[in-house]
């Protein structure tokens, strides 16, 4: 392992801990600004509301909540050594997903009469 990288691996194992802690602390304030942000960009995209409206403050917050768990996981976790890339017998199945008219955030102007 060449010595840059060992060096940068041995910063991040002492930091790791410490971001994983100011991740889970500062993670409403993080929420709070993002859920600024996405309805500014939702108000921005007039074609959004024409057909489908999507609540994209709602998908945004479970999207960010779910990238967040996911780099505290990271950083939490003890990293495998034996790690190999996903494949498809490991991968999230197609039949796992739910269709998109099911999901919560999802509304039909038609449908809203």
């Known amino acids: 392992?060449?010595?840059?990288?060992?060096?940068?691996?041995s910063a991040f194992n002492l930091a790791r801990r410490d971001l994983a802690t100011?991740?889970?602390e500062h993670e409403d304030r993080l929420r709070l600004i993002?859920?600024?942000?996405i309805q500014k960009l939702?108000?921005?995209?007039?074609?959004?509301g024409f057909f489908i409206d999507i609540n994209m403050v709602g998908i945004g917050d479970m999207?960010?909540?779910?990238?967040?768990h996911?780099?505290?996981?990271?950083?939490l976790e003890v990293p495998?050594?034996?790690s190999s890339p996903v494949t498809r017998s490991t991968a999230r199945s197609m039949s796992d997903v739910k269709p998109v008219e099911n999901v919560p955030f999802w509304k039909r102007k038609s449908r809203q009469g």
Not at 42 to 48: A, K, L, N, T, V
Not at 70 to 75: C, E, M, N, Q, V
């Open 1 to 9: 392992m060449p010595l840059r990288r060992a060096l940068r691996e």
């Open 22 to 24: 100011f991740l889970e």
């Open 34 to 37: 993002f859920h600024e942000e």
């Open 42 to 48: 939702d108000d921005q995209i007039p074609e959004e």
């Open 63 to 68: 999207i960010l909540t779910a990238a967040l």
């Open 70 to 75: 996911a780099i505290r996981r990271f950083l």
């Open 80 to 82: 495998d050594t034996s």
